[in-house]
């Protein structure tokens, strides 16, 4: 098989088509993700997949490697053709992809992330952002209903996010059971974000609501262990709100990478527990 490379393109993100998919450099990275997939459908048709503390579920796809490896453009390839072909015939031999339908948000950079930005306020405002587009288009299959409905769980998120983000001692202050009710809204941010996912597929993609078809939205992230100031913070994001059941999670990154950064996280945190000499990762 020959090996054509662009001068100048080396670096450059290239989406492939799933046609090729077989013939691939990555075709073992393709096949390993689409077998990733099925286990995260199987797992979330089961009743432990929609406990709150379902800690052995994993909906994350990882692809790993170092930088110029081309684990960006597997990921964007393959996540294209999970949403827009997987009838191809490259995923004939897995027919769980037949009960699903899939979004994609657009991809998450982290690199790109402000100070105070969490990965789950990025998601939520890509989220709002493709509402808000449909709510522009003319041609908008949105139902009045669908709007409110969705304009509600949007509402009742942020209302999460911002008791969850709030100075305890402004927690605190009010009458006894509005600050309950506050507390409940906290604690409850992944029902709450689990169902905006639900109604968000359904309104803004169409998908069906039966139980025979499994939605799920993917949201790819790249180059996530670029952003090293704040990839302890966003593992936790990932881990406290995305492993949902209606959701995949792709990611690209250079493991090591970002072991190094949860190491310096962890390091920062418990310096005068952790003698100098200690090695905390292998």
């Known amino acids: 098989m020959a090996i054509t490379i662009n001068i100048s393109d080396e670096y450059k993100i ?3 088509n799933v046609g090729v998919f077989e013939t691939s450099l990555f075709k ?6 689409t077998k990733a997939v099925v286990e995260i459908i199987s797992y979330s048709n089961t009743e432990d997949s929609k406990s709150i503390s379902a800690n052995d579920y994993n909906n994350v796809i990882a692809f790993a490697g170092e930088r110029g490896t081309g684990k960006s453009s597997s990921m964007i390839s393959f996540v294209d053709a ?7 015939s490259f995923f004939n031999n897995y027919k769980e992809l037949k009960l699903i339908n899939c979004a994609s948000l657009d991809i998450v950079d982290p690199s790109l992330f402000r100070d105070k930005d969490t990965l789950l306020e990025i998601v939520i405002s890509k989220m709002f ?3 808000q587009y449909e709510l522009k288009q003319k041609d908008s299959n949105l139902s009045e209903d669908d709007k409110r409905e969705l304009i509600k769980r949007f509402q009742k998120v942020f209302d999460n996010l911002k008791t969850l983000n709030s100075e305890k001692s402004s927690v605190y202050s009010g009458e006894t059971i509005e600050l309950l ?3 409940a809204y906290g604690t409850n941010l992944k029902i709450t974000f689990n169902k905006l996912v639900k109604k968000y597929l359904e309104c803004i993609y169409g998908f069906s609501k039966t139980k025979e078809t499994k939605n799920f939205l993917i949201v790819p992230i790249d180059d996530f262990d670029l952003n090293i100031s704040n990839a302890y913070e ?7 709100f995305l492993i949902q059941d209606n959701i ?12 190094d950064a949860v190491e310096q996280k962890i390091r920062k945190e418990f310096k005068v527990m952790i003698h100098k000499d200690m090695k905390l990762l292998s």
Request: one cysteine or more.
């Open 14 to 16: 290239k989406k492939e």
């Open 28 to 33: 073992e990275v393709y096949t390993k993700a």
């Open 82 to 88: 999970l949403v827009n072909e997987k009838n191809k």
């Open 129 to 131: 952002a493709k509402f």
């Open 181 to 183: 009710s506050a507390l």
């Open 234 to 240: 966003m593992l936790e994001d990932l881990r406290q």
């Open 248 to 259: 995949i999670v792709c990611v690209a990154c250079k493991v090591e990478q970002l072991n």
